[in-house]
């Protein structure tokens, strides 16, 4: 079956819906998933709701915002309370599954004050096989995941995104800021705060694709292979170990690996990743 097959099948779960709240967050997937369900429902029956909150990069925010604004969609922003659970904050291997349960429970508060029966979500096709705790919140609180149930995959949504000229096509992806501190490094605002200006501060200097990721007083700089001679010549070094010193590393590491989506995944073993998913 090929992507535009799929595509016809979504839109025809999707129309199904009735009325929807989209789980959004600016990202590839939620981008298309908000885009496809205004189409099929009509702007009036569509919410999309964004989490605020300290792991959502002010940038990101930004452009989720006019994202939305640019296709028609209702936009409800939702303060999301993480930062006081202590399962979240301790930032063990289920993090994103507390994470996507507070964000999910408040959707379905939003739902059920406007009286729309359905939550949907941006997982895709191939989040079936990563490590996605957060899958299993979105399971266990009844919140539909249509991109996964019509096997759209990323490279499908890209495409698809493509063809129908939205700007986030080729969007690299946007995990929370979380996801970048590494696991039993307490989760708290400020480390949170590091990760946003270090990276907006890389992205100043012309990198696209790219991770800080956070180890304590170790920032690990996780980049393209091809952009690895850039990163290392002295006058763009020598700016980015000062910057991220200003902000509170002591000391400024980039992985020869270059970079890999969910590498803070590797410290775990099977047994961990089965027992959170």
Avoid: W
Avoid at 1 to 22: C, E, I, P, T, W
Avoid at 209 to 227: L, N, P, S, T
Wanted: hydrophobic share 40%; aromatic share 6%; proline share 1%.
């Amino acid at each position: 079956m090929d992507h535009h097959q799929k595509y016809n099948s979504f839109k025809n779960n999707l129309a199904g819906l009735g009325r929807v709240v989209v789980a959004y967050s600016g990202g590839v997937d939620s981008s298309f998933l908000l885009k496809a369900a205004v189409d099929a429902l009509g702007g009036e029956n569509v919410v999309g709701c964004i989490g605020i909150s300290a792991s959502l990069a002010g940038s990101q925010y930004e452009q989720a915002v006019k994202f939305a604004e640019a296709i028609g969609a209702k936009l409800v922003e939702v303060d999301i309370d993480e930062l006081d659970d202590a399962n979240y904050l301790a930032n063990n291997a289920d993090r994103c599954f507390h994470c996507k349960s507070h964000l999910y429970g408040k959707l379905l508060e939003v739902a059920r004050e406007q009286e729309i029966e359905y939550v949907a979500c941006g997982s895709n096709f191939d989040d079936k096989d990563d490590y996605r705790p957060g899958n299993a919140a979105a399971g266990k609180l009844g919140v539909l995941s249509p991109l996964m149930e019509a096997r759209l995959t990323k490279e499908d949504i890209r495409n698809l995104s493509r063809e129908m000229g939205l700007e986030t096509a080729d969007m690299p992806a946007s995990p929370c800021l979380a996801s970048r501190v590494s696991y039993g490094l307490e989760i708290t605002a400020e480390r949170l705060k590091q990760v946003e200006v270090a990276e907006e501060f890389l992205r100043g200097l012309g990198f696209v694709e790219f991770r800080v990721r956070h180890h304590g007083k170790i920032a690990r700089i996780e980049v393209k292979g091809v952009d690895m001679e850039k990163m290392l010549c002295g006058e763009t070094r020598g700016k980015i170990v000062e910057r991220l010193k200003a902000i509170g590393f002591g000391y400024v590491s980039v992985d020869l690996e270059g970079f890999r989506s969910g590498s803070l995944n590797e410290s775990l073993s099977e047994e961990e990743k089965k027992r959170n998913l």
